[in-house]
């Protein structure tokens, strides 16, 4: 379950779930990058809020990485790279919940530390 999900992610490497994520989101083809940096999906957000709770995690992605998402953060009119990276969270957990063998997948590979 997500909520499981959350609890090993909490325990585990938050770096290597985001280097996952990014490479992932990297990959998709130009029509899911419209989608997932320039659709806003949140109907209830308005633009003068701040939406709701955030936490604030250090992690390490290579530099490669921190380039591509400071280019997307740049052509999204992202406030932050933070911003960026939660859209990517954001776009990808529905789809984790409402499929195990997606969030399987997806994460598979990854050794948690």
């Excluded at 859209?87 to 969030?103: G, H, R, S, T």
Aim: aromatic share 10%.
């Amino acid at each position: 379950s997500s909520y499981e999900c959350e609890e090993e992610w909490q325990a585990s490497d938050r770096s290597s779930a985001m280097k996952r994520l990014v490479e992932v989101s990297n990959r998709e083809p130009p029509a899911v990058k419209r989608q997932l940096f320039l659709v806003v999906r949140c109907g209830r957000c308005l633009q003068h809020t701040r939406g709701g709770f955030k936490n604030d995690f250090e992690i390490s992605l290579p530099k490669m990485q921190w380039q591509w998402l400071e280019a997307v953060r740049e052509r999204s009119k992202h406030a932050t790279i933070g911003k960026t990276l939660r859209i990517i969270v954001d776009f990808y957990k529905p789809m984790c919940e409402k499929d195990p063998a997606f969030e399987k997948a997806l994460f598979s590979g990854i050794s948690y530390q």
